[in-house]
């Protein structure tokens, strides 16, 4: 029986590394995109000749690493264009073609079309300031808001506002950012007539945090224990949130954490942790953002850009 689970084991490790560079693969060359449908376990399966299960298994893996999202009663489809690690793929090809064809609906010629927006968002970066009471979120959404909107970003931590120099800085951007704290944002706001935005987070992150906890003790390692409490609090009213553990690197000890425990390295954690502190499987971390605040983001980038031109 030994061998046999082992045996069973290896075939799982090895179908999940092929299906994980088959799905890389296809993205980066636009053989998928986006919303794609993959083959159902039963069929991959059959091309793969590996055991349904491993096939499955494989797929629960993937599905926490926010490459595949699994629909009851209708398959699993390819969620994005990235790759676990973070890596930017080719633009999807079908996005693009519909894209293009709605500057043509509206008279815009393709290149036309690519000439503005190049000018919108390289007449000068526009620059946002993140608001937070700790430096977990702080350093996150810094990342985020440079990586994925190519914004200039400042910090202004909230226990900080009453610096006359950080008030002076941010009369110096175009808006402010928080991902809570409305009423102490909108207070600053107002002092140095900015707009602001209160940052909603991806529902699917929690829905995919709530899925870990349902089947195991799940681990979130942080380096400010402010961002800890929160998150404790927040998940507190989940159900199995008994399962949820907080660490915080450089003070605990993460030897605690049991092998191939689900993992969230917090971004600002990751450059203290590497696999010699700890033996749980790390849970790729993907963007913060909602659709709606992502929407918020891009409107003040683009009022931003108008009036530079005007």
């Given at each position: 029986m030994a061998e046999s689970a082992g045996?069973?084991?290896?075939?799982?490790?090895?179908?999940l590394r092929l299906m994980r560079g088959r799905i890389e693969t296809d993205l980066s060359t636009g053989a998928l995109e986006h919303g794609d449908r993959l083959p159902s376990v039963r069929d991959l399966a059959r091309q793969l000749g590996a055991d349904p299960r491993a096939v499955l298994a494989a797929y629960q893996h993937l599905v926490e690493e926010g490459l595949v999202e699994i629909r009851p009663r209708s398959g699993v489809f390819v969620t994005g264009?990235?790759?676990?690690?973070?890596h930017a793929l080719a633009l999807p090809r079908r996005w693009m073609l519909d894209t293009l064809l709605a500057g043509i609906a509206r008279d815009i010629p393709p290149l036309a079309l690519a000439d503005h927006i190049r000018s919108v968002f390289g007449a000068r970066r526009a620059r946002a300031a993140v608001?937070?009471?700790?430096?977990?979120?702080?350093?996150s959404m810094r990342e985020e808001l440079r990586t994925f909107f190519g914004l200039d970003v400042v910090v202004a931590p909230l226990d900080c506002l009453v610096n006359s120099g950080v008030l002076r800085e941010l009369h110096d951007v175009d808006f402010l950012i928080s991902a809570g704290h409305a009423d102490i944002v909108a207070r600053t706001a107002a002092i140095v007539n900015k707009p602001y935005v209160i940052a909603?987070?991806?529902?699917?992150?929690?829905?995919?945090?709530?899925?870990?906890?349902?089947?195991?003790?799940?681990?979130?390692?942080?380096?400010?224990?402010?961002?800890?409490?929160?998150?404790?609090r927040i998940v507190a009213p989940m159900p199995h949130s008994e399962n949820f553990h907080v660490l915080v690197v450089n003070r605990d000890d993460l030897s605690v954490i049991p092998p191939n425990a689900p993992?969230?390295?917090?971004?600002?954690?990751?450059?203290?942790?590497s696999n010699r502190l700890h033996s749980g499987r790390e849970i790729p971390l993907?963007?913060?953002?909602?659709?709606?605040?992502?929407?918020?983001?891009?409107?003040?980038?683009?009022?931003?850009?108008?009036?530079?031109?005007?």
């Open positions: 045996a069973y084991e290896r075939n799982g490790a090895t179908v264009a990235f790759t676990p690690a973070g608001l937070e009471c700790n430096d977990d979120q702080i350093f909603q987070a991806r529902p699917s992150l929690m829905g995919r945090l709530s899925r870990l906890l349902a089947r195991d003790s799940v681990y979130f390692l942080v380096i400010d224990p402010r961002f800890g409490a929160k998150m404790r993992t969230y390295v917090m971004r600002g954690a990751r450059p203290f942790v993907q963007r913060i953002f909602s659709h709606e605040t992502s929407r918020e983001i891009l409107t003040h980038m683009l009022a931003c850009a108008h009036k530079t031109d005007a």
